[in-house]
């Protein structure tokens, strides 16, 4: 698993808004994050939010932001839209529900499919809720202390025509 990107924010924009307006909190990218095991991410929103939270960390993957991108037509969405921590690369989020698994030295366990809500048709597109059910992202507990940092993707140089 590769991680692209990573975000956070210090509020909660959608999480218990309901039928009420959603917040204005921004989603910040970060190089890097700390996992602290059973707490969350130093400053992000969930960071403490209860003991034992299930969703601790979130995940969501490159792929499905590429492919909900191109069958919903909005190529300059970037992932950050769907308020998940890490953006990964490589992996079949939803096999690791249920799992523990290991990413950059750092120890997770999967608890369950991340449910897309109605907010998803406002901030990303009409039809979003429905097409990212089954592929909303991981929700995940941390289980040891951390670093995670993004992964910038590989650049490809050309070789000079001759």
């Known amino acids: 698993m590769k991680i692209r990107h990573i975000y956070i924010s210090a509020g909660h924009n959608f999480f218990g808004h309901g039928d009420h307006s959603p917040g204005a909190h921004p989603v910040l990218e970060v190089p890097e994050i700390e996992c602290v095991a059973g707490r969350g991410l130093r400053g992000d929103r969930f960071f403490d939010f209860k003991p034992d939270y299930k969703g601790q960390i979130t995940f969501f993957a490159a792929e499905t932001h590429a492919a909900l991108s191109r069958e919903l037509g909005i190529p300059d969405q970037p992932p950050s839209v769907y308020r998940r921590n890490v953006i990964t690369e490589g992996v079949d989020l939803n096999t690791l529900i249920g799992r523990e698994f290991e990413v950059q030295g750092i120890r997770f ?22 097409w990212l059910r089954n592929c909303g992202g991981l929700r995940a507990m941390i289980l040891t202390d951390g670093t995670l940092r993004a992964e910038p993707p590989a650049v490809t140089i050309p070789p000079k025509a001759a």
């Open 109 to 130: 366990r999967g608890t369950a499919h991340c449910s897309p809500c109605h907010w998803m048709n406002e901030v990303v597109a009409p039809g979003a809720e429905t």
